[in-house]
C-alpha cells in the first residue's frame, strides 16, 4: 500500500509540474499573441466604422461561430482587413479556416487568399482582392483553371510576392509566379483545418494542419525573401460560376523572438519594396547596382574620345568628298 501511495503522489506531483509547464507555455506564448492582429471569436467590433481593429467588404459577413467571407453562390466576393499596419519583423500568422459547400470535386470555386500587402480594401479579381498588389498573397485555390495541366492536384496552395509590377495569371492558376506550394485537400472536411505562414530571418514558410492529427505539414519553405515593414494583413475570397462557402474562424498573429548575428543583421537590413533573392520572374529582377564615380567617368571620356573621332573621320570624308566633286567637275 505504500509503494502504491507513493506512486500516486509522484504522479500527482508529474501533474501538476505538467500543468504548471503548460500555464508558462501559454502565457509565454500569450505575451508574443499581438492582439491588434489577431482576429477571433467573439468578433466584437469587426466591421465597425466606430472602433474595432477589423474591416468588412463586400459580401463578408460575421457569423457568431465565424467570419464568411463568400456564401456557397455565386459571384460574390469578401474580405477582411486589418486597420493597423505591422511593423514586426519576425511573425507567424496562424489561420483556423473551413472550406465547404454543395459542389461536388472540381465543380466549386473558387478559394480565398491570405495578404500581407501595402494596400487594403480594394477588390479585385485575385481571388477578391487587387491585382499588381505589393507584398504577400498565400492562395488556397480549390479550382483548377487549367484544363491541360496534370501536375497538381485541387486544392492547392501556392504563395507570390509581388512588387506591383507582375499579374496573377488566372488561366494558368497563377503557375508563372510562383514561389511554391503543395496540394492540401480542405474541402468538406469533418474536423478544423488551419494554415501557418511565418516569416523569420527572411524566410517565408507555410504549414497545413488538415488530417485532424494536429500535426504540421510542410507546404513551401522560400529563403531570401524580403518584405518590408508597415504592411497589412488581410484575407478575402471570390466566387464565380461556382462557389463555396468560405469561412475563417480566427487569424493569430505571433510575434517571434529571433537571435541575429551581425552578419543577419546586415542581411536583413529595412527594405522598401518586396523582393525574393535569386528569382527570375518578369519584373522581379533585381535593380542594377550604381555604377562608381571611376566606371562613370570613363564611359563619359570614352564616349567623348569617339565622338571626336568620328567627327574627325566625318569631316576627312566630307572633304575628300568634295575634292573628287572639284576633280569631276573640272
Known amino acids: 500500500m505504500a509503494a502504491v501511495e507513493r506512486w500516486r503522489a509522484g504522479m500527482a506531483l508529474l501533474a501538476l509540474l505538467a500543468l504548471g509547464f503548460g500555464r508558462v507555455r501559454a502565457e509565454q506564448t500569450e505575451e508574443h499573441l499581438k492582439r491588434e492582429h489577431s482576429l477571433s471569436k467573439p468578433y466584437q467590433g469587426v466591421g465597425s466604422a466606430s472602433s474595432g481593429l477589423w474591416d468588412l467588404l463586400g459580401n463578408a459577413m460575421v457569423m457568431t461561430q465565424f467570419i464568411r467571407l463568400t456564401p456557397d453562390v455565386q459571384s460574390k466576393q469578401g474580405a477582411v482587413w486589418n486597420r493597423v499596419p505591422c511593423y514586426l519583423r519576425d511573425w507567424e500568422m496562424q489561420v483556423h479556416f473551413k472550406i465547404h459547400g454543395q459542389g461536388k470535386k472540381n465543380l466549386n470555386g473558387d478559394g480565398f487568399a491570405i495578404w500581407y500587402t ?12 487587387k491585382d499588381n498588389f505589393l507584398g504577400l498573397g498565400v492562395f488556397v485555390d480549390t479550382y483548377p483553371n487549367e484544363e491541360k495541366q496534370q501536375e497538381r492536384v485541387f486544392p492547392y496552395i501556392s504563395a507570390m510576392v509581388n512588387n506591383g509590377s507582375l ?13 511554391g506550394g503543395c496540394t492540401a485537400m480542405v474541402r468538406n472536411l469533418p474536423h478544423d483545418t488551419f494554415l501557418v505562414i511565418r516569416y523569420v530571418k527572411r524566410r517565408l514558410t507555410v504549414l497545413i494542419d488538415i488530417d485532424g492529427k494536429h500535426e504540421w505539414r510542410d507546404c513551401i519553405d522560400v529563403p531570401g525573401v524580403h518584405l518590408p515593414r508597415g504592411y497589412y494583413f488581410g484575407t478575402s475570397s471570390v466566387t464565380g460560376d461556382l462557389s463555396d462557402n468560405h469561412d475563417i474562424i480566427s487569424l493569430k498573429l505571433y510575434q517571434l523572438t529571433v537571435e541575429r548575428t551581425p552578419e543577419e543583421e546586415k542581411r536583413d537590413r529595412e527594405v522598401f519594396l518586396p523582393v525574393v533573392d535569386n528569382l527570375k520572374l518578369p519584373g522581379m529582377e533585381a535593380p542594377l547596382e550604381p555604377m562608381s564615380g571611376l566606371a562613370l567617368f570613363l564611359i563619359v571620356f570614352f564616349s567623348l574620345v569617339a565622338l571626336v573621332f568620328a567627327i574627325v573621320i566625318g569631316i576627312i570624308v566630307y572633304n575628300k568628298w568634295q575634292e573628287q566633286s572639284r576633280k569631276h567637275f573640272y
Not at 501595402?118 to 482582392?129: I, N
Open 118 to 129: 501595402k494596400d487594403r480594401m480594394q477588390p479585385g479579381p485575385v481571388f477578391g482582392s
Open 167 to 179: 499579374t496573377y495569371d488566372h488561366d494558368r492558376d497563377g503557375r508563372p509566379t510562383e514561389l
